[in-house]
């Protein structure tokens, strides 16, 4: 329920799909403004709209990469996004401060495939480490945090002698790491992957069909990404397989 007893949350969708006008926008908007729990729920919502609309985008094209699971079906897709989104609100992502390399919240199935959070550290594991990293905002200090996360959570879990393996997959904004054209962290991109070979970059097939659909943009990729249909199949599947989950 909203902090706020005179926004109801029908308003509060409507608000965020920009069906409201003016005057009640700019209300809505001071109070989100002024209410750090209603601003929180605000962001959930916006956040949801935007990994349902990826769930539910054009079908990829064939793989072009090999995966041990099924791909899930769409309906599927969107109520998982809706729970990977509440759960990653719960525990707080990764967050907003300079973090210990170890000390993030992770997303995981339980044995009995249930959705579960805890600090990287604490969380279970079944045979190798396997971290999946998530970037979906073209934001330069997002991007660059994410990178700062993998090349830290490598050289922690190496100076240890602990083996893992690391996907980083962007889509949305934050296929901008890995585009050619317009990536302000191409030479670190390309350091990492020849220091690491136990780290993966993936972009994004669904992320660049909507570029090319909507804004007419053909993106080039830098020679270190490799492809994943679909982002969301990728949490999924990874999740399915044992896989850690932090978003970024």
């Given at each position: ?71 899930a079906p769409l309906w599927r897709q969107a109520i998982a996004a809706g729970l990977l ?44 480490r396997k971290i999946l990293l998530h970037i979906s905002s073209s934001e330069p200090d ?96 990874r999740l399915q397989q044992g896989w850690m989950y932090i978003s970024v």
């Amino acid at each position: 329920m909203c902090a706020d007893r005179n926004i109801s949350d029908e308003h509060l969708n409507a608000f965020v799909d920009g069906q409201l006008d003016k005057d009640e926008k700019s209300r809505i908007l001071g109070a989100i403004n002024n209410d750090g729990e209603l601003s929180r729920r605000a962001c959930e919502l916006r956040r949801l709209r935007e990994l349902v609309q990826h769930a539910y985008d054009a079908p990829p094209p064939p793989p072009q990469r090999l995966t041990n699971a099924v791909r899930a079906p769409l309906w599927r897709q969107a109520i998982a996004a809706g729970l990977l989104l509440m759960l990653g609100a719960a525990v707080g992502w990764v967050g907003h401060a300079q973090q210990q390399p170890l000390n993030l919240n992770a997303m995981y199935l339980d044995e009995e495939k249930a959705f579960q959070t805890a600090n990287l550290i604490q969380a279970p594991v079944r045979g190798e480490r396997k971290i999946l990293l998530h970037i979906s905002s073209s934001e330069p200090d997002k991007l660059e945090r994410a990178l700062d996360t993998a090349e830290q959570l490598l050289a922690t879990y190496h100076s240890q002698n602990q083996p893992v393996e690391l996907e980083l997959v962007a889509n949305a904004g934050g296929l901008d790491l890995l585009r050619a054209d317009v990536s302000p962290f191409a030479d670190r991109v390309q350091a990492l992957q020849r220091q690491y070979d136990n780290l993966t970059f993936l972009a994004c097939q669904t992320a660049m069909d909507r570029l090319r659909r909507e804004r007419h943009i053909t993106p080039d990729l830098l020679p270190e990404a490799l492809i994943t249909p679909n982002a969301l199949d990728e949490i999924l599947n990874r999740l399915q397989q044992g896989w850690m989950y932090i978003s970024v």
